[in-house]
Nanobody
Framework: QVQLVESGGGLVQAGDSLRLSCAASGRSFITYAMAWFRQAPGKEREFVAAINWGGSATYYTDSMKGRFTISRDNAKNTVYLQMNSLRPEDTAVYYC????????????????WGQGTQVTVSS
């Protein structure tokens, strides 16, 4: 089993930055691909970013490129999401996810999920 706990969300103004953290437990954490997704009320869960087990490869959708950065510290069993230039449309619950296999943009592929952390961006 892998347990994931997100933290770092909050209420910020447009243009501000936040750094989300996802603390993971599990003996195979370093072999897992990790990802961040987000979901706003009434909307589908949306892929944000992913990183491979070694932290050497990352992937973002076009809407996130240049603003969001995913990273991981395997020694701390933690993955991060640095979010800059936040916009009101970034408001959502942000979820951390772990995949036993390769990274993916598809939520159904991921094996473990955290409970989410709320990010609210005011204009």
């Amino acid at each position: 089993q892998v347990q994931l706990v997100e933290s770092g969300g909050g209420l910020v103004q447009a243009g501000d930055s936040l750094r989300l953290s996802c603390a993971a437990s599990g003996r195979s954490f370093i072999t897992y691909a990790m990802a961040w997704f987000r979901q706003a009320p009434g909307k589908e869960r949306e892929f944000v970013a992913a990183i491979n087990w070694g932290g050497s490869a990352t992937y973002y959708t076009d809407s996130m490129k240049g603003r969001f950065t995913i990273s991981r510290d395997n020694a701390k069993n933690t993955v991060y999401l640095q979010m800059n230039s936040l916009r009101p449309e970034d408001t959502a619950v942000y979820y951390c996810a772990a995949n036993r296999g390769p990274r993916s943009t598809t939520p159904a592929v991921y094996d473990y999920w955290g409970q989410g952390t709320q990010v609210t961006v005011s204009s």
